[in-house]
């Protein structure tokens, strides 16, 4: 039991405020101000966590037309590679099917390389 300093009403150890005028008590202060400040941490690391994810962004916004270069050169090769070795084996394939083809492996290559420059550019900012 804890008892109020303004009004002087016995409360239970459990609340954090008088129950007769809502005056905290210092257990109750102390609980508030580590809330507040646990509070306030993680709003930072937030913002700073969005700051790093707005740069990463950026970084790549810069790289798009690298990372299109990539993903048709590596689609078209990949493509025509997967391609030649299915019509090598007896393989006749309808054009959709080549342009599917095609299309895959660059979607993956722009993938794997937008993966790529990003774990970089991750590295770099945390330098």
């Known amino acids: ?18 129950w007769s005028c809502q005056t905290e008590s210092d257990i109750g202060l102390k ?3 580590i809330y507040h400040k646990e509070l306030n941490e993680e709003k930072k690391k937030e913002s700073e966590e969005k700051e790093k994810e707005s740069l990463i962004y950026e970084e790549l916004d810069k790289k798009a037309i690298q990372i299109w270069v990539v993903a048709i050169f590596t689609g078209f090769s990949c493509g025509s590679a ?14 959709i099917v080549i342009a599917a083809i095609i299309y895959y492996s660059g979607s993956q290559a722009k993938k794997a ?3 790529h420059l990003r774990k970089k550019i991750v590295e770099q900012l945390e330098q």
């Open 1 to 18: 039991m804890w008892i109020c300093k303004k009004c002087n009403e016995e409360n239970e150890d459990g609340f954090d405020s008088c």
């Open 31 to 33: 609980k508030s101000k």
């Open 82 to 95: 997967i391609l030649a070795l299915l019509i090598s084996v007896g393989y006749n394939l309808p054009k």
């Open 113 to 115: 390389y937008t993966k």
